[in-house]
């Protein structure tokens, strides 16, 4: 068995694996909850006499949290967590850039995508939004603009006027009072940055690409992109999952 896991800013996912990759177990928790305790009642699940772990992978852009849970699996397994930036992908994909300004979850999304014929954009609705570019088996680097919930949340706490409120697709641009003069703003505004964005890269590049959206939000964007698009929001696992079987 296998332990793969992604720590984004929000949350962290952690899954169990056979070797030919067939799941047995996924969780996933805030990651501003994680400490020892925290850790010790939650992931005991992978601690049991009938599960033979061989290896601990992990994508991480926290490296507070990455730390608690390597120290907790070494304690528990004796076996160290292995992070993939510190690992040789050029099997996986040929990054273009410094692999050091890079998140690991934004290299892992891109080999995950990589098929070594196509060329795609990831787009990312997490914490930041983020695309990353894919030119056959070359990764080209991408573009990191503010998050949604970090926007909206950010926004509300500073507005006294504005109230707390989910974001929702909405069809209608005019809000007609203050709550859906906000879901326009972030649902279009969103629309118009992401469009805008792909059209950019499409032109600079002069290249056409599979478009996959991943995060908490790339299913409210979905059908209102030009270009036909897909949802994978385990495309960062499934990179991991392709980096495991080169170890």
Known sequence: MNIIGDIGNTEVKICLFSSNGKLFKKISFKTNLINIKYLNKNLSIFIKKNIVVNKIIFSSVVPKIYNLINSYF????KIKCIEIKKLNLKKLINIKVNRKQ????????????????????????????????????????????PGISLSLNTLISKASLIPSLKLKKVNRILGNNTVSAVRSGFYWGYIGLVQNIIDKISKQTNKKYKIILTGGFSHLFIRSIKQKATVDKDITIKGLLKVIKIL
């Open 74 to 77: 070494f304690n528990t397994l």
């Open 102 to 145: 890079i998140g690991s979850d934004r290299l892992c999304n891109a080999i995950g995508a990589n098929d070594n014929k196509n060329n795609f954009i990831i787009i990312d609705f997490g914490t930041a939004t983020t695309f990353d570019v894919v030119i056959k088996n070359k990764y080209l680097g991408g573009i990191i603009a």
